[in-house]
DNA sequence: TATATAAGTTAGATGAGTCTAACAAATAAA
DNA sequence: TTTATTTGTTAGACTCATCTAACTTATATA
């Protein structure tokens, strides 16, 4: 059985690799800045998860996960978005509060433990943040989504999700009058600083493109 | 904030100390052996929590909690407790099942957690083995209680938890028709090998001491 | 292409929690 | 009261996950 740092790892890595569009890959640095370590702490642990063929990766190249590396990532992500998901809809958690809680929570080992849970919530197949939850088979089945800064002036789009799960962040994104499923139009770009002019249930707000790309959206005219 | 580690030695010292009648102590290598460490381990880790200020001992001496101590060892055995309901009423997990997972969970970093648990539990006093629950204010208020071993020939009395949480044991006690709430009835004593004679509704079985010892009863006629 | 910067690695150290083996103190038994 | 047994302690070692500081390789840019 796995450590939960050895999870944490695995774990991230597939966060890593899941936001970025083309390769499923992720350097050692940047493994390091998710898991707040320094990069000779995740260099040393990475050696190890390669030793039991969890990863793959050569020296001074990037890292991926073997198919048994991502099986038990997926776990351990499932398990993190169930637990936000019951967080919230049983036990009055808001939005911002649930990430810390499921954290500690995804690491618990028990098959049956996750899926009653998964049970008692009927199955969901998005977290809180508009996630989408890995099934019992470990699949994982993501609709075309992309951020808010990518999308067209005019065009009207539903928010999913976001990148950046800080409180700050979610605590700004409610400010705004944004929530999961809630339609946002993009109004206009102002051409001297950036900002984004956004309308939410009838509300304008001006927004930066710092905001933007950590708010992730379905086109209403994106093919699914 | 206390490891893992250091919350499973209060919990053990509390445990050891509640289940003893007359003294609220215990020495090294009981406390190593409920841990399942060895005593050099357990000295080890005597000595730190002494220095936090959390139990009490002097070199060759038995532990006890202080008041701190008793605080923190409560909430780690109150979170024990509600978690183990929440898994039996909500979870279908069965009696035998509870505890392992339940050893897990205790550890959660979460006020807000286990104060949602206990109020989606409706508050509850005694956990599925028929053990206490400690309340927020960490008040632990016990019945007036003994084992099965105890009881007087011909009394009646009715069984409200167990000592030992082995799966072994709590399959053998569902066996013999034991169950919280169940009254029980002892009708003899053997001399030759000191089995005990108990019916359960109607059923009547032999039981070793070691059973009988291990079972927890509130006598009919016991003063409350 | 040469060099500056970024990314990745190595070596050596630390603290937590565990072990074994040897030893010391306390307690029970003869 | 002496001895045997149980209980508790110490010393030294190991693994895991982390760090800092120095070093190496890869990549970007001038």
């Not at 038990?72 to 990430?99: G, P, Q």
Request: glycine share 4%.
């Amino acid at each position: 059985m796995l450590s939960f740092t050895e999870e944490n790892y695995l774990k991230a890595l597939l966060q890593i690799t899941l936001e970025k569009v083309d390769k499923d890959e992720a350097g050692t640095n940047e493994i390091a800045a998710q898991l707040n370590v320094k990069p000779a702490t995740a260099n040393d642990m990475l050696k190890k998860l390669k030793q039991k063929k969890l990863i793959n990766n050569e020296k001074y190249g990037k890292s991926t996960l073997t198919m048994e590396g991502n099986k038990i990532a997926l776990e351990v992500l499932r398990k993190h978005r169930l637990w936000e998901t019951f967080l919230y809809e049983k036990l009055k958690f808001t939005w911002d509060e649930v990430h810390e809680v499921a954290e500690q929570l995804e690491h618990i080992q028990s098959k049956k433990l996750i899926d009653e849970i998964d049970r008692l919530l009927n199955y969901p197949s998005f977290d809180p943040h508009g996630d989408v939850i890995p099934n019992a088979n470990g699949e994982m089945i993501v609709p075309n989504r992309k951020t808010l800064l990518e999308e067209k002036i005019g065009h009207s789009c539903k928010m999913v999700g976001v990148k950046d799960n800080s409180s700050t962040f979610l605590q700004y994104v409610d400010k705004v009058g944004l929530a999961i499923n809630k339609q946002v139009k993009i109004l206009s770009r102002q051409e001297f600083d950036e900002l984004i002019e956004i309308e939410v249930d009838g509300k304008k707000s001006s927004v930066s493109p710092k905001f933007a790309e950590n708010i992730i959206i379905i086109c209403d005219k994106c093919p699914q």
